[in-house]
């Protein structure tokens, strides 16, 4: 099915995305930018978005797969909890923030604070990340192909940041450390599955909480 | 400061942290009185002329507004700030009265979205337990920009209460100081906080109203700026709002106080007929709520009260071990929530200190005491000659001081003045 975005609205699109049932698949045409494409999706849906997505694509969903053709704004699959959401372009800031589950790949770079208070999710960039990548992650893994800017896991919790390429500086709490094997084995299993064939699995930075905050007030 | 508060910080070396509200004087609701009825005004008798309380929100935007027997709602607390019991209770006694009751930070748990026939679930910057399934099981939305306790600060949960089931829905190692964000994490500014606000109606198919809540500093723009952002409710917690746990600093030295904030948001929303304010922050008495009411507001939230109620600091019991002593303090002066170590059971993760608190009872309380306060509304109401609480006005009201009429903007007694008028 296709919904062409100039001539529906964003509310219209939604519901119909809504109430596809599961295994079907839909292709939104012309988003030059809209807000909030693809939110609130419960089924195994596949959505293919055919351009520039604004805020929050993907949002608030489950089980459904989101395509991103080209660029993403802010917030791209923010809260998701399950599924997969691919950009094949950049992506804005706070990628894929909050999010608790699933899949986030963008094939460009991303810009800052990607990962931010990651619950669980898994996020992938094959480029570079702007600063404060992993801001109070808690759980999940972020694997940066590229560079990292700024204050890199700054206030980390238990989420694992692995970076390819160079990083400008780590953040409060965030330390690097030794590479295990399984930490090898996971960057090359998901490089090898969503294509990042630059990324050498046993090159990259492994980087956690040094765990000091977490122990601050209680007497 | 005093010497005793200097030697505190002298020995923690950081700062104190507390539960509860503000603890200074500042002018308050009780620096207003009303002009009721003689001569000039007409009064309703009080045991047959009907009072109308029902109060209906978000009726703008969402198919389903929130619709509440009584213009008083139990404020937002966390699942972690307090124990399950003490959620279940507050659902059941809202419930019973036919009002709202409010999630916090750190999700919904099943005991009291079960419990509350009408739920706001909260969306704050730590978006702890925040998920779509509860999103869309909730009645209502309240997007936390701030609290009244603590405006432009984030949450803090201690470690001693980060117990195995609200670590796992916070996602968080149990045992840990948690620190939350004061910013959300996915938009900065009032043009940002519109599409998430529409973010979150499209998840919920444009079901339910959404709140935003702010900690009353500047009132007057933030409201019109959660109002343009398309707001349905805008909850304002002033100065002397209550807080399971924060820097008692911050509880002192931050914010306005409530009664300034009402009339300050009532005036922000002039232009915004379809926005509806709700005000907390020290709200205890229906003189309370029916001044607040006067002053602009169409609801009031409590917090504190409603777990005074449930048995907050209450001397009742001989509880033995793990009494009020071990917190270093006495019945009517506990603001120890922070420690989880709650003599009654309702701010602490301890089962047998939970096992303190019974939840049925505790809702009969509560319910009790939302009906009491219901009850001295109406009869203030009536006594002005209002067939509505929300006929209340400022016109009702005069100051006793001249803090409180230059902050209400009602004259002060026995004059026409307005300071600064
Ligand atoms: C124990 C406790 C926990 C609280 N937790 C939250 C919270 O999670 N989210 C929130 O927005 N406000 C929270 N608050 C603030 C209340 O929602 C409300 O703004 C405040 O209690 C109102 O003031 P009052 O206590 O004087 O009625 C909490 C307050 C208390 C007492
Ligand atoms: S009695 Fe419990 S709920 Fe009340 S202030 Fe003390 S610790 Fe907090």
Redesign the pocket.
Known sequence: MDIDLSTTTVRTANATLRALPPGATARLTNPAGRHNLAVGLTEEITVEIDGTAGYYVGGLSKNATVLVHGTTGWGAGENLMSGLIRVDGDASQSLAASAHGGTIVVRGDASLRAGISLKGATVLVAGNVGDHCGFMAQAGTILVGGDAGRGLGDSLYEAVIYVAGRIKDLGADARVEELAESDVELVARLAKQHGFDHIDPENVTRVASARQLYHWGTP | MSFDEIRERARLGRYPIR?G?ARRAVPTFDDLTFLTASASRYPLEGYREHCATRTVLGAANARDPVVLEIPITI????FG??SAPAKEALGRAASEVGTATTT??GGMTPEERMSSKTLVY?C?PSRYGFNPDDLRAADAIEV?LG???KPGGG?MLMGQKLGPRVAAMRTLPEGIDQRSACRHPDWTGPDDLRIKIEELREATDWRVPVFV?IGATRVYHDVRLAATAGADVVVV?GM?????ATQDVFIEHTGIPTLAAVRLAADALADFPDVALIV????RSGADVAKALALGADAV?????A?VALGCNDTVHDFGPASYADLGTTAGNCVA?HTGGCPVGI?TQSPGLQARLDPVRGAERVANYLRAITMETTMLARACGKADVHHLEPEDLVALTVEAAAMARVPLAGTEWIPGR
């Open positions: 539960g509200g404020a937002g607390m966390s700030a307090l916090g930070d909260q704050l936390v609290q009244g306790a949450g809540k917690d002397q709002g209550g807080t399971g907390s922050g020290g709200i939230s409590i917090g504190m009260a777990l929530c701010a």
